[in-house]
């Protein structure tokens, strides 16, 4: 028959058990934070320096140059990923105006869905490395507290020496992953709302190329 000190063996077996997958996770969150952080720092680096783009002055170039839209984005300061989404959907100028919108609708949500796709990994260990350091706090305070009962100074320091080393991997790994998605949803926010704006502006005056050509 089960009994309280049984019980309470194996729950103290599964959380000592627990204690080095807690380990290698903070040290994953750790290092996938790092790769995450040098990545932002690439991206800013490689493509955002360079990104000079005045949304008011491109539109009026738009306007001005129907018959080089491609030219105008290719000579613009969009992002490189951004100028091939527009040429991708200028190069399928033959469809009509139906199905160029919901070609226009889809490739918006693609680049979202990438947007998403990044940001969600440093979304999940700011979330997720608190939790993690948190169990590597708990854990080893079962040990320590045996030891202190025991009179074992030296268990005791290692144990609680764990717990803190675990709650600080936990905190600095979250509060780094949760400054990457700020940044990065900012700078995405702004990208999107830009593609959107400009996608909008091409498909108008096509319409109203087209409205005139029927009228003609």
């Known amino acids: 028959m089960l009994s309280l000190t049984n019980l309470g063996n194996a729950l103290r077996a599964v959380a000592s058990g627990l204690q080095i997958p807690v380990m290698v996770i903070l040290l994953l969150f750790i290092a996938v934070t790092i790769f995450m952080a040098g990545s932002l720092a690439v991206e800013f680096i490689a493509e955002r320096m360079r990104y000079r783009i005045k949304l008011p002055l491109l539109l009026e170039n738009l306007k001005a140059d129907r018959e080089g839209t491609a030219n105008?984005?290719?000579?613009?300061?969009?992002?490189?990923?951004?100028?091939?989404?527009?040429?991708?959907?200028?190069?399928?100028?033959s469809l009509d105006a139906g199905t160029r919108e919901a070609l226009a609708r889809r490739l918006l949500f693609e680049e979202q869905s990438r947007c998403d796709t990044i940001t969600r990994i440093t979304d999940a260990i700011a979330r997720l490395a608190p939790m993690f350091g948190l169990m590597g706090t708990l854990i080893p305070l079962g040990p320590g507290i045996i030891a202190l009962g025991q009179g074992d100074t030296y268990t005791l320091s290692a144990s609680m020496l764990m717990a803190f080393d675990t709650t600080v991997a936990g905190l600095i790994s979250a509060a780094a992953a949760f400054l990457i998605s700020t940044i990065r949803k900012s700078m995405y926010e702004n990208d999107l709302a830009a593609i959107e704006t400009v996608m909008e502006s091409i498909l108008e005056m096509e319409e109203a190329d087209e409205k005139e050509y029927g009228k003609a």
Not at 72 to 93: A, N, Q
């Open 72 to 93: 105008v984005i290719e000579t613009s300061g969009l992002l490189r990923r951004h100028k091939t989404l527009f040429l991708e959907f200028l190069s399928h100028g």
